[in-house]
């Protein structure tokens, strides 16, 4: 329902598989059907290119298949290390930072957040599932990064817990800086309420294929 989305969302751009809608005729969101598009022109990657991509290539990312079916990807050197310079000055991350982690080792977005703490001489704390939210108190993180769904558990925790006078920033140790969420959609309406309640939860956007590509 594109209507909806727009609603939802609050959209100026949105790219759509399907033709504008004439009750959005006068709608100011500029809506781009993709299928009416011409294709660009496939020019064959030169061999040169291809040897200079593979000599740059640092490791193997497994994606989950959001774009298709789950499939192996090589990452470049130069690719990471652009990214993660990036988040380093957006975020002026330094030696007195401290990331939290505990989703799978093997996870891309979080290894990217290591490579810059390991960068500038951040702590890297580690927890696991079982031991996430009480070890929030134990180490004090500064930022992390985790999907939408842990983001619900940390409000409805916080809902239960806000009548004895804590604050959602005090539940995850009274020093984050920001939080990034990623890996799938969230409801906007989370991020609103984390920001009301003065913590920063932004929302990373990209591919595996591509690294990210901005967090907002």
């Known amino acids: 329902d594109v209507e909806a989305t727009l609603a939802a969302y609050s959209l100026d751009l949105l790219f759509t598989d399907v033709a504008r809608p004439e009750s ?29 991509l593979e000599a740059d290539a640092f490791s193997i990312c497994f994606s989950s298949g959001s774009t298709g079916n789950p499939k192996a990807m090589v990452v470049s050197r130069s690719g990471a290390e652009f990214i993660v310079d990036a988040f380093i000055s957006s975020y002026s991350l330094c030696a007195q930072d401290c990331i939290y982690i505990f989703l799978p080792l093997n996870n891309f977005q979080q290894r990217l957040l290591v490579y810059a703490s390991l ?50 920033a005090g539940m995850m140790g009274d020093r984050i800086r920001f939080i990034l969420v990623g890996m799938a959609p969230i409801e906007p309406h989370v991020i609103r309420e984390f920001h009301d309640n003065g913590v920063m939860l932004l929302e990373a956007y990209g591919l595996s294929e591509t690294g990210v590509i901005a967090w907002n």
């Open 24 to 52: 959005l005729a006068g709608c100011h969101v500029k809506i781009q059907d993709i299928l009416s598009s011409s294709p660009p022109a496939f020019t064959a990657r030169p061999e040169s290119r291809r040897q200079a």
């Open 119 to 168: 960068l500038v001489g951040a702590s890297i704390a580690c927890t696991t599932s079982k031991y996430l939210f009480s070890d929030f108190n134990v180490f004090r993180p500064s930022f992390f990064v985790a999907p939408p769904v842990l983001f619900k558990s940390i409000l409805n925790l916080y809902s239960l817990q806000k009548s004895a006078g804590g604050t959602l």
